[in-house]
């Protein structure tokens, strides 16, 4: 009988995070090309990411909270705003739902209160914006859209503009409002000076700055770095814009072959970040360069929302997920929410259900991300968490290897699989077209599952549904013949 040479060989599973522009073929295995519910932290795979029941803070209570009330019966969550305030000289932060019917609601972030009618004819429709800002004396919430005309809300009194245009997006810039007006493109209005019920235009008081070239409508105006940054759908300007109209200046800064999607755009501390057909890109006033790599393939990207907490930016997006994660057909919501680390670069996916919206809820003492869910029907306000569960419900988290042949065209026969796991898990070993599952126990201590099973591909897959979840990079045993 002929003898067959044998070599041996450990390959580490690096959990190094989530690559998907690299076949899968030629992929090594410190990266995987598909992992979600579960966040790459310390070389270690953590379940330290979830959604739980939103919560209000006790202002003179650090640390303390309450989950908000139940959501009005009979209502469809569209968004979610926040107002921020001082009366009397204490913090009166509220927040502001919007409905898919227009009608608002309000209750305290500082103090649980059921939610509140804001009783009024005015309706806010469609996709809104709003921003804070202190006029008269008084801390207003500003609200608009490209259906409705911008209305201030002064405590729980709203009052419409009638005289203002109908504004897709806001921004106050040295005591100026600024906004966007879809209807009609090339086109972003501002106010008179401390005065956002202003919108006469005259040399000392409102008007608007029109562009002439092909960049294609103004999407949204952003205050950073001391200057008003205009972004339209292929484009970036950047308007000088003091006291003076007359001395307002307008200047060119990017333009993008890609389509840049207005509801992704963020400002995130040092930098702006957003979604284009080219992939998320971050701007940091003068450059725009690509930032998340592994972006994963997006269903719709005009559905996606942007946001930043925590020294991170999140996308509200639509992946293909797994069936057993998450059933529902609400039409315009998304199923997961990625997160990408400004600090490391580190790229994780949350995948718990659908969301109406993604908000940072950002007061003056606290900041949460604020997550609308679907389910029940009309909605439940959720945040995003460090508990890897949904709603109580643990999640189903998975982390893949590539399944390949190591770079070696050898049959190969996994011997061992070295595991140290906190938490229970499934490993499931592949080999080409097989696959064998085994049970590993949560301990502290390394152990070894053996296998002896062998294929040209070969490759693994982690399973855990427990809350805190928490693996150390494995050890995979082989022989190659």
Known sequence: MK?????????????????TTTAEEVLGWEFSPETYNFRFEDGMLKGNIGVENAKGHYASVPGAGFDYPALPSGVTVKDVF???????????????????????YHTGIFSSAPW??????????GDATAVNYNYDGNDVLLLSSASCQLAVLNDTTL????????????????ERVYGTQNEYENKVWFSDDFNPENWTVASDAAGYVSFADEC???????????YLYIFREHGIFRLTAYGDQQEFSLKKLFTGTGRIYKNTIALCGDRIMFLT???????????????????????????CMGAYHDGCYFLLCTTAVRPELSVDDTPG?????????IKDGATDMLTAGYFFTMRACRTHTACDLLLASTNPPGGKLGMLSKRGEFFGTPLKKLYRTPCNDLNVNKFKIIRSVNVTTMSDLELTVITDDRKKTYTVKGSSLPQKVFVDRGGKNVGLELRSSMMYAEIAPLTVNLDFM
């Open 333 to 341: 919501c998304n199923n997961t929410v990625l997160r990408y680390s």
């Open 159 to 174: 009052k419409a503009v009638p005289d203002a245009p109908r504004l897709s997006s806001l921004a106050v810039h040295y």
């Open 82 to 104: 926040v107002y921020t305030r001082r009366h009397d000289g204490e913090y009166d932060d509220k927040l502001i739902l919007q409905c898919t019917d227009g009608s608002l």
């Open 3 to 19: 003898k067959v040479p044998v070599s041996s060989a450990r390959v580490k599973v690096g959990f190094k995070g989530i690559v």
């Open 116 to 125: 509140t009618k804001i009783n009024t004819d005015y309706l806010l429709l």
């Open 216 to 226: 294609g409508d103004a999407l949204a105006v952003v205050s950073f770095l001391n």
């Open 277 to 303: 057909d080219d992939g998320v890109m971050t701007f940091d006033g003068y450059d725009v360069r690509p930032a998340v790599k592994e972006l994963p393939e997006l269903a719709s990207a005009y559905r």
